[in-house]
Structure formats: structure tokens, C-alpha cells
T-cell receptor
Framework: GIQVEQSPPDLILQEGANSTLRCNFS?????LQWFHQNPWGQLINLFY???GTKQNGRLSATTVATERYSLLYISSSQTTDSGVYFC?????????????FGQGTTLQVKP | GAVVSQHPSRVICKSGTSVKIECRSLDFQATTMFWYRQFPKQSLMLMATSNEGSKATYEQGVEKDKFLINHASLTLSTLTVTSAHPEDSSFYICSARDRWGTRGRYIQYFGAGTRLSVL
């Protein structure tokens, strides 16, 4: 089956720093979403980005579908950015819409 | 954005009892909903795909008789953990996909999760 790998697994930043999270996937995809899971477990949609580049405030994401990776950029990090970031993909061969999740990147932003 | 409501948020039950978790799409219709399970400090694992008006599709290794799924309408799917045991304790999360999409995008929206503790 499709493999979804995220790096780094853990990241500690000082407030104000920038970071880049990476998601590699092993097959062609219809859908790729980035999520932030807050300390209470709620998954927050950050981006729907099967290809191209998007920006939303301090966050931006780029997916290069032909090279099978996606990047999530966090600029000027804040303590509220702490949590787990997941990348999830839907295989192009799938007609069910099910998402396969990576193992996540745990981000801790220190004041 | 679209909202998925999941209830209850937390449940504590005795071993041997059954627990029902509801997942509702509040402002869109979902022919397909998904149920995930997450253990502490791990990723989400898909348990099953819930299809409106038909049987659920379970992932390999998931006991369909243990985790009963019903998707009776376009806005409601339920997961029942039958005869729960301590090893069923986990965080269960549902998601739903808008049946019509938006400009060709079929974004999945997630509920807030249910934390199940079986004593």
C-alpha cells in the first residue's frame, strides 16, 4: 500500500523561529491534506493541497505531485502552534476517499 | 467551513458494556464517513468506511462484530463498540466528506473525537 512518511518526527523551536515540515508519499494521490491536532485531539484542517502552493497567514504549503512530496512552512512560530502536524493522502487509485495518515511531526514552540 | 459533530466527547464504561458514538455532518451531506482509532502518541489508523444505505467496509484486522457501524442517513453515522474491554480504550475519531465537493475538491472534515475508557 501507499507509504506516507513525515519528517522530522519531533521539532522544538523558540518562539519566532521558522520551520519546514515534510511529507513524502509513495504513489500518485488525488488528495493531500495537512492537519494540526491540538492538545484536546481535534484535527484542524490547514490545507487541501494535492498540488501547487497555498498560503494562509503564517502558514503555507507546497505540494510537488510529480516528485511525491509536500512541505508545510510555519513562519514566526507561536506557542499556540504547538501540537502534532499530520499529512494525509488519498490514493489516486482509490474511489472511496479514505485518507492514509503519516506518523506526524510533534512541534513544541517554547516562549 | 463544514462542521462535523461527534458525541460523546468522553465516555467511561465498565467492561462488557456497549458504547455508541455518533458522528453528524451539520451543514453538508455525506454519503461516506470514516472511522479512525488513535492510540496515545500515535497516528490515526483507519478502521472502516461507512457508506450511507449500505454495509460498512472494514480495514484488515478490524473486527466487524466488535465495531458495528450504521450509516442510516446522509448526515449521521454511528459506531458501536460492543462488549467493550480495556484493550478497546482509545481515542475514536470520525470524518465526513461532502458528497458534492467544492469546485472538484473533496475535503474531509473531522469530528472532535471520543475518548473511550473501559474499566
Amino acid at each position: 500500500g501507499i507509504q506516507v512518511e513525515q519528517s522530522p518526527p519531533d521539532l522544538i523551536l523558540q518562539e519566532g523561529a521558522n520551520s519546514t515540515l515534510r511529507c513524502n508519499f509513495s504513489d500518485s494521490v488525488n488528495n493531500l491534506q495537512w492537519f494540526h491536532q491540538n492538545p484536546w485531539g481535534q484535527l484542524i484542517n490547514l490545507f487541501y493541497i494535492p498540488s501547487g502552493t497555498k498560503q494562509n497567514g503564517r502558514l503555507s504549503a507546497t505540494t510537488v505531485a510529480t516528485e511525491r512530496y509536500s512541505l508545510l512552512y510555519i513562519s514566526s512560530s507561536q506557542t499556540t502552534d504547538s501540537g502534532v502536524y499530520f499529512c494525509a493522502v488519498e490514493m489516486r487509485s482509490s474511489n472511496t476517499g479514505k485518507l492514509i495518515f503519516g506518523q506526524g511531526t510533534t512541534l513544541q514552540v517554547k516562549p | 467551513g463544514a462542521v462535523v459533530s461527534q458525541h460523546p466527547s468522553r465516555v467511561i464504561c465498565k467492561s462488557g458494556t456497549s458504547v455508541k458514538i455518533e458522528c453528524r455532518s451539520l451543514d453538508f451531506q455525506a454519503t461516506t464517513m470514516f472511522w479512525y482509532r488513535q492510540f496515545p502518541k500515535q497516528s490515526l489508523m483507519l478502521m472502516a468506511t461507512s457508506n450511507e444505505g449500505s454495509k460498512a467496509t472494514y480495514e484488515q484486522g478490524v473486527e466487524k462484530d466488535k465495531f458495528l457501524i450504521n450509516h442510516a442517513s446522509l448526515t449521521l453515522s454511528t459506531l458501536t463498540v460492543t462488549s467493550a474491554h480495556p484493550e478497546d480504550s482509545s481515542f475514536y475519531i470520525c470524518s465526513a466528506r461532502d458528497r458534492w465537493g467544492t469546485r472538484g475538491r473533496y475535503i474531509q472534515y473531522f469530528g472532535a473525537g471520543t475518548r473511550l475508557s473501559v474499566l
